[in-house]
């Protein structure tokens, strides 16, 4: 059953998740396609069908809708609910004052953008929104009406709305920068001047949305002016304020004019900018460098040039292939030849001995002109000596075609070394490309952590080492996500306050410290503090109440190594608060399965009262890797040659209990074909192996026992897809010449097969229901199919995860698939919610499937329309956890 926690953790993660996923990737959209509509709708532009533009822009704002109300931001929710309604009004010809409405589109896109910052930051500002929302509300109803677009003036409503607006919204940010300035704990640089940007926005939307052109231009002059006082930002902060409040009161009072009148006082500070403009300071002239032109790629092209290279050199490898053939023949053509020397040598003499004149033959040409001359003197020739004269001169030209096929064949060896001489450089820079310093990952968290030390009265540095180490751009960014749950929860749970910091004896400072290296084909992040440490007991306690160990299981039964890595399980917490740090039980589960896709592995080592350290070892993005090839029974398996220390003849050691002796010390032997596991019940012929491989698992040493070893070559590595569960111990795949596909072995996911008595229970059977069903969710929304994927996997049912309904259908059509139950969305790309419902229904093996349909769309009409496709329940966004648990029971 989920508790109030576990309910918590999960409305915080589809919060995040929406912050920081789909939000950004709607919002690029939204930006997009104004510019696209701005083009496609200036008069001068022939008409052109932009009913999927409108229907792209509308399902974005939608999406948007539908997640911040998931994400409890009401304002985010009401914003994109009004700019979805003005696409609708533009897809349906009600408006033609197309300016204005561009206009409020572009004040909507910006201020979504603010309030997607301000949450992300902590720094939440409704006022202007609020403004915002009347005016989109006003221009709305307008057009309901039927109003003529030339008539609707937004920035006017009314008098009275104009006061209220100035003297009610306006005063109130005044005030909070009044505050901020008179009270000395918070009246810093940094503060004031943040504050102050807040009120010169202020006076910038109001000045729009009023139409007041007045309160635009004091913010424009707000805003040049602060860059110039900054040294002195209190005393013209107080100042601005001062001449807002003025030209307020002259604008109420009735004696505002065409053109600003500013107090005498901003006037001379106007005068200083005015004198600054007209007398820049003198820049120095700097040497002129050499010209390099830049080109900017999308790092998927890069990725796509480096594909295609590893499909060259799989090409390469098939004429290696071919060009092996053409050796081994060459040599055997070779053999041949020289076995017609001697033959040749006997024709000709065959043919020298046949040269006799022999009277009684006839000869070949009767010609009456050599009749006078002598059998000796004129030599005559039969039809043997033509044949042994043809024989010999085809002799000799096939000696001479073997030589010009060994020169043709050592021109092709020679161009096969220098094609991959060229395609390997060519992978080399293609990867040189996309490397970044590491400062570029490690530096995108200092801001954070100086908001985290302000927020909760902390004081941590963080410290970055090897700051220019180069790493690839995609490892880059799939390492954000962890770095960003590690270092949050290294402030939160690892640093301890400054009291008792002070009473510990340590620096009143704590220290995150982010450092890399490279390892040969790895790269190794460490990430370490200097706080408390992990209090082992304590997270064995909490593995025994959760069942990831039997209850039985002492606790000096199980490493110092075992214990750690339970905290990596989902829904694993030591503490029983939950704020927005930590405490949900989510972050070192999604730490580990980030890890894990990049091929990776982490290791945790404390220290009470010290600190503690998470290594990170994650393989490089590399296309050729040196690969060992191995045979097991009649099965070929290639193994990095890196994790290979030694390979040795088995029959050279005395194996005692699947031991031997190695450099002093006893090594565990593992047979290779015996460990790996089947999931189908075929026949396995359990081989005598007779090599030994010696490979080493993080700290420990192991043998694997394989039957020979065929090759070791560099060779390209193909990762797997997700169109199946890949188990981690395959790191992929290479092709080898003949066009067979080689599993490539990951020795450091191994260690799971080796252990046949494992104490730590599987963790999807913690919350194992009454029947394990198998559930789908079909939702475009990265936010929605994360949020279910969570609540469902805590509740114990296993969950297929579809981007839209296409690749739902396209998955369903697997004969292979076991599924009880399917949630999903109403508006997605490729196939809608209502096709998928209609697939389903005719289909004869999914007919009987029951189908919740979850949407935002909370109106009659959508949902009698999914009722009548044949869908089992029908239920809106946000949804609430439990509901979605019921309606699963009770359709199951």
Known sequence: MLDSISLAAIAQEARNCFLEEDAPEYLAILRKGILELKELLNPDNPQKNLSELYQELGRAAHSIKGGAGM?????????????????EALQGNKITDLQTTFDLLDLAIEELDNLIVSEVNGTLNNEITSDLLVVLDNFITSLNLNNPPELIDIGLPDDS???????????????????????????TTKNITNNLNILIQECQLLGQALNCKWLVEI??????????????????????IAEIEYQRKQFLEGNSETKIEYSKTFQKLLQIEEVKEIKPPEKKLLPILKNHRNLRIPLDKITKLSDIVGELLIFYERLNLYENQIKSATLKLNKRTKLLSPLKEQIESIYDQLTITENNKLPINNNNNISEFDSLEFDEYTQVHTSLQSLTELITQVQEVREDFDLVNREFQETLIDMRKSLYILDTELRQVRLVPFINLAGSFINPLEKLNKTYNKSVELVIENKETLIDQNIIESLRTPFNHIIRNAFDHGIESQKNRKKSGKSLVGKIKLSTQLDGNNI??????????????KVYKKAISLGLFSANTKFNELTKEQILATIFSPGFSTTTKVNDLSGRGMGMDIVKDEIEKLRGTIEVNTEIGKGTEFKLKIPMSLNIISLLLVKISTQILAIP????????RLSDYKIEQNQLTWE????????LSQILPYNQNISVNISSPSVGLIIKIATEKIIIAVDAVIDEKPLVTKSFDDTVDIPPYLGGCTVLGNGKIIPILAPNYLKPLLNNQNTTKNVSNVFTPRDTLSIMIIDDSVTVRRSLNRLLTQVGYEVTQCRDGKEAWNTLQNNNLNLDLAICDLEMPEFDGYKVLQLIRVSEKWQNLPVIILTSRDNDLHRQKALELGANAYITKPFNAINIIETIKQLT
């Open 71 to 87: 994400a409890e931001m009401p304002k985010v929710s009401q914003l994109s609910h009004k700019i979805e309604d003005i696409f």
């Open 161 to 187: 709305f104009i006061k209220t607006a100035l003297t009610e919204d306006l005063s109130a940010c005044i005030e909070r920068v009044t505050e901020i300035i008179n009270n000395p704990d918070l009246a």
């Open 219 to 240: 913010g424009d002059a707000i805003d040049i002016l602060k860059e110039i006082n900054k040294d002195n930002i209190q005393e013209f902060s107080q100042l601005a």
């Open 524 to 537: 190794i992040v460490i990430i370490t503090d200097d706080g408390g440490g992990i209090d082992i007991k």
């Open 641 to 648: 040659s890196e994790n290979i220390l030694r390979i040795i």
């Open 664 to 671: 002093n010390k006893k090594i565990s032997v593992y047979n």
